[in-house]
Protein backbone atom coordinates (compact mmCIF):
# COMPACT_ATOMS: atom_id res chain seq x y z
CA UNK A 1 0.00 0.00 0.00
CA UNK A 2 1.07 4.05 0.32
CA UNK A 3 3.29 4.90 2.12
CA UNK A 4 4.74 8.34 3.33
CA UNK A 5 8.37 8.85 4.68
CA UNK A 6 9.14 11.85 6.95
CA UNK A 7 12.63 13.47 7.52
CA UNK A 8 14.09 13.93 10.12
CA UNK A 9 12.31 11.40 12.83
CA UNK A 10 12.87 14.34 15.47
CA UNK A 11 15.23 17.56 15.49
CA UNK A 12 15.85 20.17 18.58
CA UNK A 13 16.77 23.29 17.42
CA UNK A 14 17.50 26.87 18.98
CA UNK A 15 14.90 29.20 19.53
CA UNK A 16 15.06 31.37 16.58
CA UNK A 17 16.19 29.20 14.22
CA UNK A 18 14.48 28.48 10.74
CA UNK A 19 13.22 24.66 10.27
CA UNK A 20 12.81 22.26 7.29
CA UNK A 21 11.42 18.98 7.00
CA UNK A 22 10.52 16.71 4.43
CA UNK A 23 8.16 14.23 3.38
CA UNK A 24 8.37 11.51 0.51
CA UNK A 25 6.48 9.03 -0.97
CA UNK A 26 6.83 6.47 -3.94
CA UNK A 27 2.56 7.41 -4.64
CA UNK A 28 1.74 9.98 -6.56
CA UNK A 29 -1.07 11.73 -4.07
CA UNK A 30 -4.14 15.01 -5.15
CA UNK A 31 -3.52 16.82 -2.50
CA UNK A 32 -0.73 17.22 0.38
CA UNK A 33 -1.44 18.25 3.86
CA UNK A 34 0.75 19.34 6.79
CA UNK A 35 -0.71 18.73 10.50
CA UNK A 36 0.68 20.08 13.58
CA UNK A 37 0.25 17.63 16.77
CA UNK A 38 0.35 18.81 20.24
CA UNK A 39 1.19 17.05 23.71
CA UNK A 40 -2.20 15.72 23.97
CA UNK A 41 -4.44 16.83 21.47
CA UNK A 42 -5.27 15.93 18.00
CA UNK A 43 -3.39 16.78 14.69
CA UNK A 44 -4.20 20.83 13.31
CA UNK A 45 -4.34 21.22 10.07
CA UNK A 46 -1.28 23.54 9.15
CA UNK A 47 -1.53 23.96 5.29
CA UNK A 48 -3.21 22.51 2.11
CA UNK A 49 -1.29 22.12 -1.10
CA UNK A 50 -3.19 21.26 -4.44
CA UNK A 51 -1.22 21.24 -7.25
CA UNK A 52 2.28 20.17 -8.38
CA UNK A 53 4.93 23.02 -7.52
CA UNK A 54 2.56 24.85 -5.24
CA UNK A 55 4.39 26.80 -2.60
CA UNK A 56 1.96 28.14 0.07
CA UNK A 57 2.44 30.43 3.18
CA UNK A 58 0.53 30.75 6.60
CA UNK A 59 2.79 32.68 8.93
CA UNK A 60 5.87 31.67 9.78
CA UNK A 61 5.14 28.27 7.68
CA UNK A 62 5.70 27.38 4.04
CA UNK A 63 5.44 24.56 2.70
CA UNK A 64 5.48 23.06 -1.46
CA UNK A 65 4.37 20.55 -3.16
CA UNK A 66 6.67 18.65 -5.49
CA UNK A 67 6.64 18.78 -9.01
CA UNK A 68 6.38 15.19 -9.45
CA UNK A 69 3.63 15.18 -7.28
CA UNK A 70 5.16 12.70 -4.67
CA UNK A 71 7.14 14.85 -1.91
CA UNK A 72 6.24 18.00 -0.22
CA UNK A 73 8.33 20.08 2.83
CA UNK A 74 7.31 22.34 5.27
CA UNK A 75 10.22 25.20 6.42
CA UNK A 76 9.27 27.20 9.82
CA UNK A 77 11.26 30.59 10.12
CA UNK A 78 12.10 31.92 13.59
CA UNK A 79 11.22 29.42 15.58
CA UNK A 80 9.61 29.52 18.90
CA UNK A 81 8.81 27.75 21.82
CA UNK A 82 5.08 27.06 20.93
CA UNK A 83 6.34 25.24 17.70
CA UNK A 84 7.20 22.15 19.28
CA UNK A 85 4.83 19.33 18.40
CA UNK A 86 5.00 16.53 16.08
CA UNK A 87 4.45 17.81 12.48
CA UNK A 88 2.89 14.88 10.26
CA UNK A 89 2.14 15.03 6.00
CA UNK A 90 -0.75 13.37 4.71
CA UNK A 91 -1.31 12.48 1.00
CA UNK A 92 -4.95 12.53 -0.25
CA UNK A 93 -6.15 9.35 -2.76
CA UNK A 94 -9.21 9.40 -4.24
CA UNK A 95 -11.57 6.38 -4.60
CA UNK A 96 -14.92 6.07 -6.20
CA UNK A 97 -16.66 6.03 -2.64
CA UNK A 98 -15.26 9.23 -1.42
CA UNK A 99 -11.18 10.00 -0.26
CA UNK A 100 -8.68 8.91 2.37
CA UNK A 101 -5.55 9.79 3.69
CA UNK A 102 -2.56 8.23 4.68
CA UNK A 103 -0.37 9.86 7.06
CA UNK A 104 3.72 10.26 7.56
CA UNK A 105 5.14 8.94 10.46
CA UNK A 106 5.97 12.01 11.64
CA UNK A 107 8.68 14.78 12.80
CA UNK A 108 8.96 15.69 16.77
CA UNK A 109 10.43 18.79 16.72
CA UNK A 110 11.62 20.16 19.74
CA UNK A 111 12.51 24.19 20.48
CA UNK A 112 15.04 24.59 22.94
CA UNK A 113 15.32 28.30 24.47
CA UNK B 1 -16.96 25.68 21.99
CA UNK B 2 -15.58 22.66 20.74
CA UNK B 3 -15.68 21.51 17.24
CA UNK B 4 -15.13 18.20 17.32
CA UNK B 5 -15.17 16.55 21.09
CA UNK B 6 -14.99 12.93 22.26
CA UNK B 7 -15.40 11.03 25.43
CA UNK B 8 -14.07 9.76 27.77
CA UNK B 9 -9.95 11.44 27.71
CA UNK B 10 -8.48 8.77 29.23
CA UNK B 11 -9.97 5.21 29.51
CA UNK B 12 -8.32 2.65 31.74
CA UNK B 13 -9.84 -0.98 31.29
CA UNK B 14 -8.93 -4.82 32.03
CA UNK B 15 -8.62 -7.19 29.14
CA UNK B 16 -12.31 -8.68 27.61
CA UNK B 17 -13.91 -5.79 28.94
CA UNK B 18 -16.76 -3.73 26.43
CA UNK B 19 -15.86 -0.67 26.08
CA UNK B 20 -17.22 2.85 24.25
CA UNK B 21 -15.78 5.71 23.20
CA UNK B 22 -18.03 8.82 21.83
CA UNK B 23 -17.59 11.26 19.76
CA UNK B 24 -20.13 15.06 18.70
CA UNK B 25 -18.94 17.14 15.91
CA UNK B 26 -20.69 20.28 15.70
CA UNK B 27 -19.67 21.89 12.63
CA UNK B 28 -22.52 20.36 10.49
CA UNK B 29 -20.04 18.14 8.53
CA UNK B 30 -21.48 15.61 6.62
CA UNK B 31 -18.44 12.99 6.89
CA UNK B 32 -16.98 11.39 10.25
CA UNK B 33 -13.43 9.16 10.78
CA UNK B 34 -12.38 6.91 13.72
CA UNK B 35 -8.09 6.92 13.41
CA UNK B 36 -6.29 5.06 15.67
CA UNK B 37 -2.69 6.28 16.67
CA UNK B 38 -0.21 3.72 17.78
CA UNK B 39 2.16 4.05 20.18
CA UNK B 40 4.87 5.21 17.50
CA UNK B 41 2.59 7.94 16.85
CA UNK B 42 1.03 6.55 13.49
CA UNK B 43 -2.01 7.27 12.35
CA UNK B 44 -4.19 4.97 10.74
CA UNK B 45 -7.83 5.11 9.54
CA UNK B 46 -9.97 2.53 10.80
CA UNK B 47 -13.42 4.10 9.70
CA UNK B 48 -15.04 6.97 8.02
CA UNK B 49 -19.01 7.37 7.91
CA UNK B 50 -20.84 9.76 5.44
CA UNK B 51 -24.62 11.01 6.48
CA UNK B 52 -24.74 8.34 8.47
CA UNK B 53 -23.51 5.28 6.43
CA UNK B 54 -20.38 3.58 6.35
CA UNK B 55 -18.05 4.28 3.55
CA UNK B 56 -14.53 3.03 4.90
CA UNK B 57 -14.13 0.20 6.96
CA UNK B 58 -9.83 -0.57 6.69
CA UNK B 59 -9.07 -4.03 8.11
CA UNK B 60 -10.55 -4.21 11.57
CA UNK B 61 -11.20 -6.56 13.65
CA UNK B 62 -14.76 -7.07 14.22
CA UNK B 63 -14.51 -6.36 17.74
CA UNK B 64 -14.86 -2.76 16.54
CA UNK B 65 -18.54 -1.32 15.51
CA UNK B 66 -18.85 2.05 14.84
CA UNK B 67 -22.14 3.48 15.13
CA UNK B 68 -23.85 6.47 13.62
CA UNK B 69 -26.95 7.62 14.71
CA UNK B 70 -27.18 10.85 13.38
CA UNK B 71 -24.32 12.52 11.13
CA UNK B 72 -23.32 14.94 13.83
CA UNK B 73 -22.51 11.41 16.11
CA UNK B 74 -20.13 8.61 15.23
CA UNK B 75 -19.29 6.34 18.13
CA UNK B 76 -17.34 3.37 18.64
CA UNK B 77 -17.77 0.11 20.52
CA UNK B 78 -14.99 -2.71 21.03
CA UNK B 79 -15.59 -5.63 22.52
CA UNK B 80 -13.55 -7.91 24.01
CA UNK B 81 -10.53 -5.53 24.73
CA UNK B 82 -7.07 -7.00 24.28
CA UNK B 83 -3.62 -5.53 25.26
CA UNK B 84 -3.33 -4.60 21.32
CA UNK B 85 -5.85 -2.12 21.23
CA UNK B 86 -3.90 -0.09 24.00
CA UNK B 87 -3.83 3.40 21.57
CA UNK B 88 -5.00 6.54 21.16
CA UNK B 89 -7.69 6.78 18.90
CA UNK B 90 -9.14 9.79 17.28
CA UNK B 91 -12.31 10.92 15.90
CA UNK B 92 -12.08 13.52 12.85
CA UNK B 93 -14.86 15.16 10.67
CA UNK B 94 -14.83 16.49 7.50
CA UNK B 95 -17.32 19.07 5.02
CA UNK B 96 -18.21 16.32 3.08
CA UNK B 97 -16.47 12.94 1.76
CA UNK B 98 -14.65 15.00 -1.00
CA UNK B 99 -13.17 17.90 1.34
CA UNK B 100 -9.67 17.34 2.16
CA UNK B 101 -9.56 19.70 5.69
CA UNK B 102 -9.87 16.88 8.38
CA UNK B 103 -11.08 18.44 11.86
CA UNK B 104 -9.71 16.01 15.05
CA UNK B 105 -10.90 15.38 18.29
CA UNK B 106 -8.39 15.18 21.01
CA UNK B 107 -8.10 12.01 21.38
CA UNK B 108 -9.30 8.98 23.67
CA UNK B 109 -6.42 7.29 25.47
CA UNK B 110 -6.86 3.86 25.63
CA UNK B 111 -5.27 1.49 28.17
CA UNK B 112 -5.85 -1.82 28.29
CA UNK B 113 -4.30 -3.87 31.62
Known amino acids: GQQLNQSPQSMFIQEGEDVSMN ?42 F ?42 RLSVLP | DTAVSQTPKYLVTQMG ?25 FLKIMFS ?16 SPKSPDKAHLNLHINSLELGDSAVYFCASSLDRENEKLFFGSGTQLSVL
Open chain 1, 23 to 64: CTSSSIFNTWLWYKQDPGEGPVLLIALYKAGELTSNGRLTAQ
Open chain 1, 66 to 107: GITRKDSFLNISASIPSDVGIYFCAGQLWYNYGQNFVFGPGT
Open chain 2, 17 to 41: NDKSIKCEQNLGHDTMYWYKQDSKK
Open chain 2, 49 to 64: YNNKELIINETVPNRF
